[in-house]
């Protein structure tokens, strides 16, 4: 004898058409195992004397069979009940351990209600309804349970990493994750954004870019995640850095000059009087000029001849350039620096950047980034509830539940 139940309602002795049973996988790689899909469909024979055993609250509320039909059809459509399917006494449908109501799909998902009156008592009824589970079997147990487990479903990705003509490298990491809509954390997909979407950047990289995509369900997020090979770090806490350096000399003249470029770049928590001290250190250590440690031998000493500083003022840029002279020297008659031999590693060397190790050079980056957003889907909405609106200060309906949280609150 089969028993099919969904929400208030009962369908005794259950004639059943279909009960398919689907492995769901993954729908990036179709790897990852992620649910089981049932697709159910039962006919039944309700009579309105026996309304205690389909659904006692309609006991004194219908007067006739219409409207026993309608009350009917309205909670067998309503989506997200609990659903159950017995034989023999044995329940076929693994039930959610989780306060709600709802599968792991933001379902079960009701396909058809179809009901044909026989009589002024009796009727006909059809049913046909989709829910999707994550099952594990017990072995204490023969039959499968809806456990509360872990609350995603799964996390798939490839990589790919694409080489340039100068055989700098970037890698793209792309994939999903996605959650079970009746976890029992009660969380959203972004909550997790960190455990599952989050990689760290490799050492001599920086992060070009971080994507991330609610899906309209809410219950995953799609991530493309870019990270570039670079040949300098910029000096910590800077995100981004370029200069140049210049020298120059005439013929049979012993005086030389240079002149610095130091641009730097930061987030937007990254102070731009520490990016400016931080540009003014880089240049003053790359020309050794009088007050600064010297890096190199002692010929490279300068005198500085002027200096400016320039600070954006909407974005958070900051330039720097120093102009110097060398003092003459019998180390400096034999051309530009970089040829003459004596200190050819002091010209090509970046302060607070060279001898560091990259990875604690790194700029500081942030989970979120610095505006901390959390990305959301719209939350299950009835468009017969009064007072529902949308508030516009969050984006999001004043009732409703999000998905992913309807696992331990029942929807209204």
Not at 4 to 9: P, V
Not at 84 to 92: I, R, V, Y
Not at 183 to 190: H, M
Not at 368 to 379: V, Y
Request: aromatic residues 8%.
């Amino acid at each position: 004898m089969s028993i099919a139940k969904y929400g208030d309602i009962t369908i005794p002795y259950a004639f059943t058409t279909q009960f398919r049973q689907d492995p769901m996988y993954d729908d990036v790689s179709g790897t990852d195992w992620c649910g089981t899909k049932f697709d159910i469909q039962v006919g039944g024979v309700l009579n309105i004397n026996y309304l205690s055993a389909i659904d006692p609250t309609l006991i004194g509320t219908a007067n006739n069979a219409a409207d026993i039909m309608r009350t009917i059809r309205y909670k067998l459509l309503k989506p997200r009940q609990i659903l159950s399917f017995t034989f023999d006494g044995s329940e076929l449908i693994p039930q959610s351990t989780t306060e709600g109501k709802v599968d792991t799909g933001n379902g079960p998902r009701p396909q058809t209600c179809q009901i044909t009156r026989l009589n002024n008592e009796s009727f006909l009824i059809t049913f046909h309804i989709i829910a999707e589970y994550w099952e594990r079997n017990d072995p204490a147990s023969v039959l499968a349970v809806n456990t509360a487990g872990q609350s995603v479903l799964y996390n798939r990705w490839t990589e790919t990493v694409e080489i340039d003509n100068l055989q700098y490298s970037r890698r793209t990491r792309e994939g999903k994750f996605k959650i079970r809509s009746d976890n029992a954390e009660g969380v959203i997909p972004d909550q997790i954004r960190n455990q599952m979407a989050m990689i760290g950047v490799p050492r001599g990289f920086l992060r070009e870019s971080s994507r991330y995509t609610q899906t309209p369900d809410g219950l995953g997020i799609q991530y493309t995640i870019v990270d570039k090979e670079q040949f300098k770090m910029p000096p910590n806490p800077a995100f981004k850095a370029s200069g140049t350096y210049t020298e120059s000399t005439s013929k049979g003249d012993a005086k030389r000059f240079a002149n610095l470029h130091v641009r730097l770049e930061g987030a937007r928590n990254v102070s731009q009087d520490v990016l400016a001290r931080l540009a003014v250190s880089v240049a003053a250590l790359k020309c050794a000029i009088v007050g600064a440690p010297l890096i190199g031998p002692v010929s490279r000493r300068s005198i500085l001849h002027s200096a400016s500083v320039r600070i954006d003022l909407y974005e958070n840029v900051v330039e720097c350039d120093l102009n110097v002279m060398f003092k003459s020297n019998a180390h400096r008659t034999n051309g530009i620096a970089l040829f003459g031999g004596d200190f050819r590693s002091a010209t090509s060397f970046t302060p607070l950047t060279d001898g560091i190790d990259p990875s604690t050079n790194a700029p500081p980056y942030l989970e979120r980034g610095t505006a901390g957003i959390l990305l959301q889907a719209a939350a299950y909405y009835d468009p017969s509830l009064r007072g529902v609106i949308v508030n516009p200060s969050v984006g999001q309906f004043t009732q409703g539940i999000m998905p992913g949280q309807a696992g331990v609150n029942v929807e209204a």
